[in-house]
């Protein structure tokens, strides 16, 4: 296990020490930090060059895994290539928000054009494999996943990763519609041009993806107006349950 630290943090904290952890497994390493932030994107790819196992999972530094989330995902990885657990937001104390997941025992691109959110899991560790410095890079990476497995791939709702959000999340407010769909837009082309790893035969459906999620956010946007403290994930969650 490869450990990226100096993605992006708040400048009024310390760096979190992640050293203690080589202690409880000789498998762990930790990355020396580099000299300036870079984003989640770039840090995690530190630790992909560095990574020497067959498979990768992500975990971020606010967020957990349930207890045997790499036991119940990595045979069935070994076996079709990949494999995804639920995903459950939660606020900074703990309420959840929503838990994603499709309503099968198989996960495919189409499920994602409702998701909202990254849906993590474990993938092979290719030399190819690369997350890129734009916003919803996650998304783009799990899609590419699944492209490269054929579009579908085994899903295990007792394996949850809990996506914590912090207090001061990008997702409160209306700045991040305009962040995050510019991120959109980018993304979307590089599939259109053929400069990701999605196969040709799995681009519309990975385009479709990012066209749901901008007309969530626009709808989102509209909401915000009137509450600014909204956020966006307690707004996914009352609009698909509404």
């Known amino acids: 296990m490869a450990i990226s630290r100096s993605s ?3 400048t009024n904290r310390a760096r979190a020490d992640y050293s203690f952890l080589r202690l409880l497994d000789s498998r762990v390493r930790v990355l020396d930090d580099v000299a300036q932030a870079t984003g989640p994107g770039l840090a995690r790819n530190r630790a992909l060059t560095a990574a020497r196992g067959s498979f990768i999972a992500l975990l971020d530094a606010d967020d957990l895994w349930s207890p045997d989330y790499l036991a119940e995902l990595l045979p069935l990885a070994e076996r079709h290539g990949a ?3 639920a995903t459950r937001i939660t606020d900074w104390q703990g309420r959840t928000l929503r838990e994603i997941q499709p309503a099968t025992r198989d ?4 499920d994602f054009a409702t998701a909202f959110a990254s849906v993590h899991g474990i993938a092979r560790h290719l030399p190819e494999r690369r997350w890129l410095d ?3 890079e996650d998304v783009l990476f799990d899609l590419e996943t699944l492209a490269l497995v054929g579009g579908h791939a085994p899903f295990v709702a007792e394996a949850v990763y809990h996506l914590r959000l912090r207090p001061r999340s990008m997702t409160r407010g209306g700045a991040f519609v305009a962040r995050i769909g510019a991120g959109y837009d980018r993304l979307k082309a590089l599939i259109r041009a053929g400069d990701t790893l999605i196969p040709s035969d799995q681009c519309a459906a990975s385009i479709a993806v990012f066209d749901s999620w901008q007309r969530m956010n626009i709808a989102f946007g509209a909401a915000v107006a009137n509450e600014p403290a909204l956020d966006f994930q307690s707004f996914v969650a009352k ?3 509404g």
């Open 8 to 10: 992006w943090r708040p």
């Open 83 to 85: 494999a995804f657990g």
């Open 107 to 110: 996960i495919g691109i189409a």
């Open 134 to 136: 734009i916003l919803a």
């Open 239 to 241: 609009r698909l349950l």
